[in-house]
């Protein structure tokens, strides 16, 4: 037996042998190693082990059967021979056999039911002793000996009676409800989380043959995020620059187009480490995919991903001058590696911080990724109770867990809120708060800035207004924001005379979304189109500058948002049409309507007519800085009411995240954050009835990330009707129609 022996096993379907596999995944491991935020004495002590498991996790792969199943498609699970080589022949620590097991599936769950993500205990026993009878000529010590010899990896093999299935204490440790019981040591279950999550990473950048590639975290330079335009600097606003001397973790209050992103990125120039992973949350996928540009191109596009939802569009987009197969696996490696250890930076919504401190799928690389981590939280909304509260509860958590560093941000964030972030997460010290200074000119432009005139038009909806939407379309571009993504339908069929209209709501698909989202970023402001139709998901998404903006009724904090998208840089002067006034700065009409177009039963009522009240006393009035921030107190003057005071103390108080040190199961994730989060408002991905047929069709022509983009997300009421796709896991909803550019409507209403 000599190395044309093992020549012959192929590890993976493009024809790769298992021996270069393996070598690319050691390779992967070693490099990992010296850019995590590891101190030299864990990296000294991880070295060997990882090499181990990623020189034994795919061993497996010499079995007939997976070498068969290429061909019949029948589902082997080549670890768990992996596996039985290292409990039969040598003597490897328990978490290095874990990690072997489970690099591709989690534990047996609680539940009897088989589940495709995880293990189950026929694969232990009854399948395990069927795969040995089955090819028994190679399931060998020698064999074995013979691999680790051509690894060149000393171990001693060891001479025992063969188990013809996984012993039982290791079944045991597999298995969710008995693995406390069968590893009592809580170090020792948190260090086979931690060596199962190097194995994959790994082995995943071993797969997407990144080995070599692996980014490392350079530590910005002043002039690396320094203001610039042509290659001239401008200097930093005061607070800013105080950011950069900022050594602790802190909260800055600061208006919309503020510089906040260059704030942060002081505050991350004056807290990096060596390795330490940076992370920008944000509320949307769509601000996350403009920020990781932002990003991108202070830190570098190959050491920064986007980690969200919909990270495989992204960079199936971001690739777009690659060709077919190469482009789909270029999108895939970069998706897959995003949620893993690759990538330094990550632009992610707040959802993925949260799904960590419920230990949903993936949370065991926050046990090295989050070390030592700083972590930006880029607009948090208040009256998002559950939220705000599980966000706290999750901060204080991780700060204490991993040492991880936090920088808040807010342009809304209410007194009361701030007062109990300081008191809460800084011990009362109110020097963690960093707002613009009006002793300095520079922050004291911002804060004197004007840049909106407020008209409040009380009793009535945007439509009564549609002929001075059409007037001020003569000359200007104008922004209308709906709370709800069937009264931007409703106006979009009112203005669908107008050839330059475009939507951006969540009732598109990610075809139709990525295609608005360009033409309204256009490199040229003249292509964009005049008149833009959208949902709160532009409140915080792209760079928007609009003339002219119309808006129903909203929560102060998200009115305050959507204000931003519309004279952003306060250098427009735009006279009111309907109005006589006299204006003393540069400002833009902003016309506010009472009641909305269709139903928002996801807003609390009471925070409507606080928000409404409290503006309606400004006007007719040109809107400074300060009256926004005082809208925002005065809304929540009392602080929350009963009912979101208790959906916050209800996130504050979270057993499962109070409990995430201690009930601690090694290789099993949870789903609970879904169901969580949504409080009742559960979304699913549906495929509209009337593009079935495009849908095949994109598949026949293997353009899945195509086909997968048609799918767009409803609320699971809404799809009254549903069936189960032929050959994929897609949901049909053939009571819903898809109307390009426009979104999903229900048929008939």
Not at 204 to 223: D, F, N, V
Not at 365 to 389: K, P
Request: charged content about 25%.
């Amino acid at each position: 037996m000599n190395a044309d022996f093992y020549r012959q096993f192929i590890a993976k379907e493009d024809g790769t042998t298992l021996q270069e596999h393996t070598h690319r995944v050691r390779t992967a491991g070693a490099n990992l190693l010296v850019r995590l935020p590891l101190t030299p004495e864990e990296r000294n002590w991880l070295a060997p082990k990882l090499d181990n498991c990623c020189v034994l996790h795919d061993l497996g792969k010499i079995h007939l059967a997976f070498r068969n199943s290429f061909v019949t498609r029948l589902p082997f699970r080549h670890e768990i021979i992996s596996l039985w080589f290292c409990e039969n022949f040598l003597q490897l620590p328990l978490d290095e056999r874990f990690a072997i097991a489970t690099h591709h599936k989690s534990v047996i769950p609680h539940q009897k039911i088989n589940i495709s993500s995880a293990l189950n205990i026929d694969q232990l026993k009854r399948d395990m002793q069927y795969h040995y009878h089955s090819n028994a000529e190679i399931l060998t010590a020698d064999v074995l000996k013979q691999w680790l010899e051509l690894m060149e990896l000393p171990m001693e093999i060891k001479t025992a009676e063969i188990s013809l299935v996984i012993p039982r204490e290791m079944r045991r440790t597999l298995q969710f409800n008995d693995q406390p019981n069968a590893v009592p040591d809580l170090k020792m279950r948190r260090q086979m989380s931690m060596m199962r999550a190097l194995l994959m990473a790994a082995d995943h950048i071993g797969s997407a043959r990144l080995e070599e590639h692996i980014p490392t975290y350079t530590p910005i330079r002043i002039q690396d995020f320094q203001p610039q335009r042509n290659g001239v600097y401008f200097p930093f606003r005061q607070f800013q620059q105080r950011l950069q001397n900022t050594f602790t973790d802190a909260i800055v209050h600061a208006p919309t187009a503020s510089g906040k992103t260059v704030a942060a990125q002081s505050w991350v120039y004056a807290n990096q480490t060596t390795h330490a992973r940076v992370f920008n949350l944000l509320p949307t996928t769509a601000s996350c995919n403009a920020a990781a540009l932002q990003w991108q191109r202070v830190f570098g596009k190959e050491k920064v991903t986007v980690l969200h939802s919909r990270t495989y569009s992204f960079y199936y987009e971001q690739l777009e001058t690659e060709n077919g197969a190469d482009r789909r696996q270029a999108a895939w490696s970069a998706s897959t590696l995003s949620a893993e250890l690759f990538y330094p930076v990550k632009v992610a919504t707040l959802h993925q911080l949260l799904m960590t401190a419920f230990k949903d799928k993936g949370w065991e690389f926050a046990l090295i990724d989050y070390r030592n981590a700083l972590f930006v939280i880029d607009e948090f909304h208040t009256y998002d109770a559950l939220t705000m509260g599980l966000m706290i509860a999750t901060v204080k958590l991780f700060r204490r867990v991993f040492n991880a560093r936090f920088l808040f941000m807010s342009a809304t964030i209410p007194a009361f809120m701030m007062n109990f972030m300081v008191k809460e997460l800084f011990d009362g010290n109110e020097d963690c708060i960093v707002r613009p200074d009006p002793a300095f000119e520079s922050d004291r432009q911002i804060l004197n800035r004007k840049r909106h005139q407020l008209y409040c038009r009380p009793g009535t909806t945007i439509l009564s207004d549609i002929p001075l939407i059409r007037e001020y379309l003569r000359s200007h571009t104008v922004l209308l924001i709906l709370n709800t993504v069937k009264a931007a339908q409703d106006l979009y069929e009112v203005f669908s005379d107008i050839a330059t209209v475009q939507m951006l709501h969540g009732g598109l698909h990610e075809a139709d979304r990525i295609d608005s989202e360009k033409k309204i970023s256009h490199p040229d402001p003249a292509q964009r189109p005049r008149l833009l139709i959208a949902t709160q998901a532009v409140e915080v998404s792209l760079q928007l500058d609009y003339d002219i903006l119309f808006t129903e009724n909203a929560p102060a904090e998200d009115l305050i948002q959507r204000l931003g998208r519309a004279n952003r840089e306060g250098e427009k002067t735009i006279h009111p049409i309907d109005y006589m006034t006299r204006l003393k700065h540069r400002t833009v009409p902003v016309y506010l309507y009472e009641h909305s177009i269709r139903k928002t039963p996801f807003y609390d009522s009471t925070v409507l007519a606080d928000a409404w009240k409290t503006l309606y006393n400004l006007d007719t009035q040109e809107l400074s800085e300060e009256d926004l921030v005082e809208v925002c107190n005065t809304v929540y003057s009392n602080g929350y009411n009963p009912i979101q005071q208790a959906d916050f103390e209800q996130g504050l108080n979270s057993t499962v995240i109070r409990d995430f040190e201690t009930q601690w199961v090694a290789g099993h994730h949870y789903d609970w954050i879904k169901s969580f989060i949504q409080n009742g408002h559960q979304k699913i991905e549906v495929l509209c009835g009337n593009l079935l047929e495009l849908f095949n069709q994109k598949r026949l022509e293997k353009r899945f990330v195509e086909a997968n983009q048609l799918l767009v997300s409803v609320y699971f009421y809404e799809a009254k009707k549903q069936v189960m796709h032929d050959d994929t896991a897609v949901i049909i909803a053939p009571d819903l129609e898809y109307v390009e550019g426009v979104g999903y409507k229900v048929r008939g209403a």
